[in-house]
């Protein structure tokens, strides 16, 4: 079955400490790979994505990736996080060469907290 | 300045009445989602649209109706058939990239409406 686990419901950090977010996925065809995010009340905002190439890499606001196929795995990272960091985060897992439209599967999401 | 609009942000409604959630795009793209969110639960695909005049279901379509008479517009009916409507509810278009030998989807989403149901 496809899926896209995100195990942490919520990490709390601390402003200016590195930042983990876990990313595991099942998925039978070649996947491209996304993280956004998610301010309170607010629409998805992409972070960055994987569709092929280098293993890491670099999104928006100073996070990367690395997608490591043989764990199945596309963590999030940040090595300083910043109090407006605080948010939700979703991994989702789509097809590649989907044609007119495709269909993301989403994680449950992991919420961030960031104490100053 | 190209985007997704939705409208309104906050709606609410009495049980039994339909209500239609308004998502806009000026991005020229063919392709339009519908999502709905629950806490801890991620995002799950109500509907979608390839192209103008075609929809098909998504994952948890009961309860929802849609049409995409232009390519720019995709509203969504919430009927009084859905059992639990209270949600916040994301509309989503994409385009296809292309990368050398390599084409996908990336899918740009609105800032949501939230329903309540009263």
């Known amino acids: 079955a496809q899926s896209v686990t995100q195990p942490d419901i919520h990490i709390t950090v601390s402003e200016g400490a590195s930042l983990e977010l876990r990313c595991n996925y099942s998925?039978?065809?070649?996947?491209?790979l996304f993280w956004y995010v998610q301010s309170p009340g607010q629409g998805l905002q992409l972070l960055l994505k994987?569709?092929?190439?280098?293993?890491l890499v670099q999104g928006i606001k100073g996070f990367e990736a690395e997608f490591k196929r043989s764990q199945s795995s596309f963590n999030l990272r940040k090595p300083s996080v910043h109090w407006s960091d605080a948010a939700e985060y979703f991994c989702?897992?789509?097809?590649?060469?989907?044609?007119?439209?495709?269909?993301?599967?989403f994680g449950a999401g992991t919420r961030l907290a960031v104490h100053p | 300045d190209g985007g997704i609009t939705q409208s309104p942000k906050y709606l609410f409604r009495k049980e039994g009445q339909n209500v239609t959630l308004s998502c806009e795009q000026n991005?020229?793209?063919?392709?339009m989602y519908w999502y709905r969110q629950d806490p801890g639960q991620g995002l799950r695909l109500i509907y979608y649209?390839?192209?103008?005049?075609?929809?098909q279901k998504g994952d948890i379509a009961e309860g929802y109706s849609v049409s995409r008479e232009k390519k720019e517009s995709f509203p969504l009916t919430v009927t009084s058939a859905q059992k639990n409507p209270t949600a916040f509810y994301l509309c989503?278009?994409?385009?296809?990239?292309?990368?050398?030998?390599?084409?996908?989807?990336?899918?740009?989403f609105g800032p949501g409406t939230r329903l309540t149901v009263l």
């Open positions: 649209s390839q192209i103008v005049n075609d929809f």
């Open positions: 998925y039978g065809a070649t996947p491209y």
């Open positions: 989503a278009s994409s385009m296809i990239v292309i990368r050398g030998a390599t084409f996908y989807n990336e899918q740009f």
């Open positions: 989702a897992v789509g097809p590649l060469f989907s044609g007119g439209y495709n269909k993301l599967i």
């Open positions: 994987y569709f092929s190439g280098d293993t």
């Open positions: 991005l020229n793209h063919d392709a």
